[in-house]
């Protein structure tokens, strides 16, 4: 029987040194191809291998079918195998998305299907804990919001990836806040295996490689491909991983700019069909809101406001405001915790 320390540290480092491994390979073959896209936010407007995100998707699969054969309970690699189709399925839909653009209404409801094998297996308890609550039953509205568990946070992590890094480091933030939160609510047992910190190790690591060259300067993109796969991984952690509260207080960054765009643009519209831009570039080429009234309200245009910021320091602020929800969820984790004790 294989150790749960052993466990966790081969779900991390497979996924991470695989990506870290291939992904030079990848994006000198991907700019070979002249399958690249224009980094816009810079005067040089560098061409940037595109599609990345096929590799997040292919280092978290094979870091899953891993777990599954160093695992040894059954019911165990079952749920492993649940939560590696849900983000096959997703990573899939970005796949297609990201050769030929789907539109903004059928994308989300094609994500509805990565929540089908979590509803067929039923690797869910309808019973979300709240702080001063504790567990709840809510069957019928929990089941009714279920096929909605992975095409939220994936269409909300996909809308965030706007800027180099942006989207890896804030989803990076939100997994560390959920492995805390988890810790706090269930325990820091770390010798006895969680199935939460496999799923979260597992996208942790692959997350990590991709964004040592996501980062400023950007030498990939992760595409829809890898917005949606991690955003797809996250939605399944917090179902499988009994944190449904704990993400949605951990995304409240993502959730801001998800509903300020849908809000301002009134209904679903594809990111390449918006009326303008949220943002334009200065003379001295910094990021700045962009005063057309048709620019949708994003994260990116409020913090924005106070003036011109150059893209890495748009990044910061949003790994600033991620900090700060993350600290609520935790503070929720640990009012759950209290009062579930």
């Not at 540290?9 to 073959?29: A, G, N």
């Not at 748009?314 to 700060?324: A, D, E, P, R, Y």
């Amino acid at each position: 029987m294989v150790s749960a320390i052993v466990i966790y540290i081969t779900t991390f480092f497979v996924p991470l040194l695989l990506s870290l491994v291939v992904l030079p390979f990848y994006i000198r073959f991907m700019k070979n191809k002249k399958i690249v896209g224009t980094d816009i936010h810079k005067e040089s407007q560098p061409k940037v291998a595109e599609m990345g995100g096929i590799i997040i998707l292919l280092a978290m699969i094979i870091g899953s079918i891993i777990a599954i054969f160093i695992v040894s309970d059954p019911s165990d690699k079952l749920t492993i195998g649940i939560f590696c189709i849900t983000i096959t399925i997703a990573g899939i839909i970005g796949l297609i998305d990201d050769f030929k653009p789907l539109s903004a209404i059928i994308k989300p409801i094609l994500l509805l299907f990565a929540s089908i094998p979590i509803i067929v297996s039923k690797r869910y308890i309808a019973e979300p804990m709240l702080p001063f609550v504790g567990k709840t039953r809510l069957n019928i509205v929990y089941l009714a919001l279920l096929p909605f568990v992975v095409s939220v946070p994936a269409n909300a992590v996909n809308m965030l990836d706007v800027f180099n890094g942006s989207m890896a480091t804030t989803s990076m933030l939100v997994l560390i806040a959920i492995a805390i939160a988890s810790g706090l609510i269930f325990g820091f047992n770390f010798t006895e295996l969680n199935l939460t910190y496999v799923f979260l190790l597992i996208t942790l690591g692959a997350l990590l490689a991709f964004w040592f060259f996501n980062r400023y300067p950007a030498k990939v993109f992760a595409g829809d491909t890898g917005s949606l796969t991690i955003g797809a991984a996250i939605g399944a952690i917090a179902v499988l991983g009994q944190l449904e509260i704990v993400v949605i207080i951990a995304m409240i960054p993502f959730i801001m700019n998800a509903f300020g765009t849908l809000s301002s643009v009134k209904g679903l519209v594809e990111r390449r069909k918006m009326p303008a831009r949220p943002t334009s570039m200065t003379k001295d080429w910094k990021l700045q809101a962009n005063p057309d009234p048709k620019a949708p309200i994003t994260l990116a245009g409020i913090v924005l406001q106070k003036g011109p910021l150059c893209e890495e320091d748009v990044v910061k602020s949003f790994n600033i405001l991620t900090i700060l929800s993350c600290i609520l969820a935790i503070i929720t984790a640990v009012l759950i915790r209290v009062t579930v004790k």
